[in-house]
């Protein structure tokens, strides 16, 4: 599989480009601006519009390390197209996983080195994410609140790297999730998102260009589930609300 193209043009939602593969509904892309989904991120929404036609974009399957992206109807475009991510869902689920980046830093530096078990993001601005956190006090966890906007209010940058998954693997704290690994990369790399001064670890996610783009976090809740696993409910604050 070749990089994303997202991960080199974060900012580009919007791209012309060619069908190379098609079968009825769905196609695959010369190039695609979408991010497939991963680590706890939903996958990108979007359109997909040719010379005879317009249809949603519903989702992704990886198969033999190409990316078909489904159709929401039968439809077998071909030539030219342009390929749109839904600006506003992709903004939602950048700001809301920078945000749980911010999370499991805090919870890495307060908690002995502790490993996310898994992570989920909603298209509702909240997200949960699980620890393996045994004997911790959930208290102590709802403390990290006001950290976790005084990180926001720093305006960190967030910077990225690409390092051979030996020398990450070999690192304490790059790989982070016990149940996720970050995307392959066709050079045997691994992508390194750095908040900078606060956090280094793999991840083929998106994220904001520095942390003050994110509204504030409110922690919502803390669940223990299971002698080792606690449950943490994150939301963004929608000032629109
Ligand atoms: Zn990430």
Known sequence: MSRYFCHDHPDVLSVETQVVDARPGAVILAQSPFHPGGGGQLPDRGRLAWQS??????????????????????????????ASVDREFRAAQTELHTGAHILNALVYRHFN???ITGAQLGDDLSARIDFDLPGVDNDRLRALEAEINDVIGQDLPVRYSWVPLEAASAQPGLLRSRSVAP??????????????????????????????????LRILKIDNKGRHNRRVRISLVDARA
């Open 183 to 216: 995307p392959p990369t066709p050079d045997g790399t691994v992508r390194i998102v750095e908040i900078v001064g606060l956090d280094r670890q793999a991840c083929g996610g998106t994220h904001l260009a520095s942390t003050a783009q994110s509204r504030p």
């Open 113 to 115: 080195g502790a490993l």
């Open 53 to 82: 036609g317009d249809v949603a974009v519903t989702g992704f399957e990886v198969t033999d390390g190409r990316v078909w992206h489904l159709l929401s109807e039968p439809a077998e475009p071909s030539g030219a197209v342009r």
